[in-house]
């Protein structure tokens, strides 16, 4: 009896068919890929499982109704523990990932809105350095040039202490050019300089009023000399009561070190083409004849300077030279003799100009040469940027001819 319930055990074993050892393989192989237990007693009945299983043909319906099971009810370990915690440990496993992409990719936000904020913002100060600052809606322009530093020709960056004709005459006639601005504002603070700076600017401010564009002069600390000479012909001038003024004249210095020399043994041979060629050298002091023809140099500049004064400021010659001896004048004094015409600040200069140049509305305000970063630093107080600024000026302040100069305080 025995051996014959082995025989038919082992022949029940054999002759399981493919379809139910199949679908045991699978339900076992998944449960242990899944790493699941047995399904908990009191959900599906051992009975139930055993009815099921005499019918070979039934094995299909076993496999899909325990997926089903396993689907719905939450199934557990041999401890008890619900699999979903093994479950959610894996998905929070996983969150570092996550949270260190958010990060990135919030920082990467950052990043780029910072780069953003930059770029607008030197944008924004480029253009307002290139004087595109203002009321954009309004296409009638103010153009604001500004005369800072001792007056010269040549080639000098700004914010090294000097006003370059060059650079002064190139923003007039850029002004003058442009359809659009219909009034130029000299911002002036300078001790005066070269009267043929001077009479550089002059010209280009004679050709902006020819074609219809008013000037305007504000003075600031110091309008002097040659400072002077280019506000003249402007069709209004504002001044500050305290502002230094006038210092209307010429002056040419010449320098004599020839008791230093013979001290010092120094002796030079001069040999020359003329009796003047040497004339101003520091190595002798001048002749008679030669003071003679530098003050007769000197005067020819000076007539000039009073003609300008005189058709500017609609005075006559003899008007002019009686307040033409050199000294300075302040603003409330050179008010009172006609120099200027009103006191007020760069901003009351500007709504003058907007009247003169028939402006209506809110006119939009050009800087044309306000100073930028990169002048700003070329100017500042290091040794280094005045050793550049008297390379640009050696032929000018080095001048073995001495300096002819429309220039207070020299």
Known sequence: MNNENVESEGMDSKNTSPEEASGDDLSKNGAYNRKEAIVPDGKISESTLKENSLDSNSAPDIQG???KDLQEFPLRDPDNKIIESERLSMNSGSSPSLQKKKRSNTSYIVVLLALITVIAVSMAA???GLGFGGNFGS??????????GSMLTGNVPAGLGYATSEEISENIRAAAEDENVRAIVLRINSPGGSPAAAQEITLEI???QEQGIPVIVSMGDLAASAAYYISAPADYIFANPSTSTGSIGVIW???NMSTYFQNEGIDYYISKSGE????????????????EYADSVVMESYEDFVTQVAEGRNLSRSEVKELADGRIYTGSRAKELG???DFGNLYD?????AELGGVQGEPRVVYMNRASLSSLLLGSESDDSSEEAGQFVNYFEESPYGKILACWGN
């Open 253 to 255: 210095t010449f320098e």
């Open 126 to 128: 480029i253009f307002y």
């Open 139 to 148: 296409s009638e322009k103010i153009a604001v040039i500004y005369v800072q």
């Open 206 to 208: 004679e050709k902006a």
């Open 339 to 341: 120099l200027v015409d």
């Open 349 to 353: 200069a500007i709504d003058k100009a």
């Open 276 to 291: 003047f060629k040497d004339m101003g050298g520091s190595w002798r002091g001048l002749t008679d004849e030669e003071k």
């Open 65 to 67: 109704s325990a997926k």
